[in-house]
């Protein structure tokens, strides 16, 4: 029984790692996709290969998740940035990346963006939708009321 346990997390790990990669095989965006592995033992390298254009595994761990996130910046060719972990995924990728492009092209002080967060819905529970829901919802409030997020540095017009 143990030996089917490890079997099962080895191909729900394969499945969520390759999930995470293959949702942007149909984009029609230029982009590249580089993996940052920390020294972790589920095969994340491995699999990475088959789909990453850059796989990066540091010759020890790194302190935090930010260290290897930055280490991806450091071989990146574009001029912006999405990080996801395994277990992400972004519904419609192409539709996605057309409204984000666009709210970077509308506005060229604005230097970052966020998404809504959702559990997939094959494991979705009726709890998680309502945390989502109301952590979704306090951030949007946060967001577009109380500017909570917005620079508070004044940004040069010709920057």
């Known amino acids: 029984m ?3 346990k490890k079997k099962q997390k080895i191909r729900d790990t394969r499945e969520r790692h ?7 095989g149909s984009l029609t965006l230029p982009h590249e996709i580089i993996v940052t592995d920390d020294k972790s033992t589920d095969n994340t390298a ?10 990066l595994v540091p010759e020890s761990k790194h302190v935090s998740i930010s260290a290897n996130r930055n280490d991806g ?3 990146s060719h ?10 992400s995924r972004i519904k419609e990728p192409e539709a996605f990346f057309a409204r984000a492009l666009k709210h970077f092209d509308e506005n060229p002080r604005l230097v970052a963006l966020t998404g809504s967060l ?3 819905p094959e494991l979705e529970t ?10 979704n919802l306090t951030h949007r409030v946060k967001n577009k009321l109380a ?13």
């Open 147 to 159: 500017a909570h997020g917005r620079s508070t540095r004044k940004i040069p017009d010709d920057a």
């Open 118 to 120: 959702h559990v997939s």
């Open 46 to 55: 491995e699999i990475a290969r088959k789909y990453a254009d850059i796989v």
């Open 2 to 4: 143990r030996g089917e």
């Open 78 to 87: 574009g001029d912006m940035l999405v990080f996801i972990d395994a277990d």
């Open 18 to 24: 390759e999930g995470a990669l293959t949702q942007f």
């Open 73 to 75: 910046v450091r071989h």
């Open 126 to 135: 009726f709890g998680d939708k309502i945390v989502y829901a109301g952590f």
